[in-house]
């Protein structure tokens, strides 16, 4: 099993920074793909990024391209998600989740952590 605990989260004016960590519990940690997802009030769960195991791999929502940067330490069982020129619509709470395959479907995912807010003002 994993269990996942997302850190990072806060308010940030529109065009700042802010980086996420997701510290995860377990030695088979470097086994699992994990992903990063979002939902917004009275919205679905998003797909946001996702990073392969061995970080080798990864894959971008069109909407955070050139802005978001995901990578992964094994050796700290660290994920992190690096968010630059943040904009009010990126307003949601970040969960990370973990799974033995990459995918961009969250009910593939069978882990995921409490979340964390992430507001940006305009």
């Known amino acids: 099993q994993v269990q996942l605990v997302e850190s990072g989260g806060g308010l940030v004016q529109a065009g700042g920074s802010l980086r996420l960590s997701c510290a995860a519990s377990g030695r088979t940690f470097s086994s699992y793909a994990i992903a990063w997802f979002r939902q917004a009030p009275g919205k679905e769960r998003e797909f946001v990024v996702v990073?392969?195991?061995?970080?080798?791999?990864?894959s971008y929502a069109d909407s955070v391209k050139g802005r978001f940067t995901i990578s992964r330490d094994n050796a700290k069982n660290t994920v992190y998600l690096q968010m630059n020129n943040l904009k009010p619509e990126d307003t949601a709470v970040y969960y990370c989740?973990?799974?033995?395959?990459?995918?961009?479907?969250?009910?593939?995912?069978?882990?995921w952590g409490q979340g964390t807010q992430v507001t940006v003002s305009s």
């Open positions: 989740a973990a799974d033995h395959t990459a995918t961009v479907v969250a009910a593939t995912y069978d882990y």
């Open positions: 990073i392969s195991w061995n970080g080798g791999s990864t």
